[in-house]
């Protein structure tokens, strides 16, 4: 089973929308650890966010928004004002204290802001 | 900032060769970390390493696989005998904290491997 799931594989939008990244993660544990890394056409990962299961209060940073909601096991990103440097594929991961942190990937969701 | 480096870059070998992967992790990490990802894939979890020794491992590291810390800076990944389903970017990471923290892992560069 999934572990984390990310529904959408590919989106594209225009230039300065709004877009959201769906992130649903499954987990028995109480404490868990949700991340999501940026993976531009280089091929790096690069660190966002990290938000731990007691934390369910929203982060924003700059024009980057993550809503955690518990309820639903869902972690969603959203980036405000698209620009096509934000042209990326985006992962969601999971690590779990139980299983040594290593990381659960989603299988990315490709974001194509078109200018 | 301090970062995770890998080398080489790209690394192309035959199939049936030996391969290292290596990898500098950030120098006050203490907890070690190979991924895999497949081209147009997700990323997946191969092994893990803490105090000179595997955590965890995947299904997917299996005996031609193994990890090594020679020295006190580097951390390596060697296959064996590269299959042409071993062709992928290699990812090393590390973390800071030990123990089930949860501290954030620092992805290096990657290595990308291709297999003829």
């Known amino acids: 089973a999934q572990k984390v799931t990310q529904a959408q594989t590919e989106i594209s939008v225009v230039e300065k929308e709004d877009v959201t990244l769906d992130c649903v993660y499954e987990t028995r544990d109480t404490t868990y650890y949700l991340f999501w890394y940026k993976q531009p056409p280089s091929g790096e990962l690069v660190f966002l966010i990290r938000?731990?299961?007691?934390?369910?209060q929203n982060e924003i940073s700059g024009r980057y928004s993550w809503n955690f909601q518990k309820s639903t096991s869902s972690f969603n990103f959203t980036i405000t004002a698209s620009q096509v440097v934000d042209s990326a594929v985006y992962f969601c991961a999971l690590s779990e204290p139980n299983t040594g942190n290593q990381f659960y990937f989603g299988t990315g969701t490709s974001l194509t802001v078109i200018p | 900032e301090p970062e995770v480096t890998q080398t080489p870059s790209h690394q192309v070998t035959q199939m049936g060769q030996e391969v290292i992967l290596r990898c500098v992790p950030i120098?006050?990490?203490?907890?070690f970390y190979w991924y895999r990802q497949i081209l147009g894939q997700k990323v997946e979890f191969l092994v893990s390493?803490?105090?000179?020794?595997?955590?965890?491992k995947s299904e997917i590291f299996d005996d031609q696989f193994s990890v090594e810390r020679p020295d006190g800076s580097n951390f390596t990944l060697k296959i064996r005998s590269t299959k042409l389903e071993d062709s992928a970017m290699y990812f090393c990471a590390s973390r800071r904290l030990a123990g089930g923290s949860g501290d954030t892992q620092y992805f290096g560069p990657g290595t990308r491997l291709t297999v003829l």
């Open positions: 120098s006050n990490h203490l907890y």
């Open positions: 938000r731990n299961s007691f934390d369910e």
């Open positions: 390493f803490y105090n000179n020794e595997i955590s965890e």
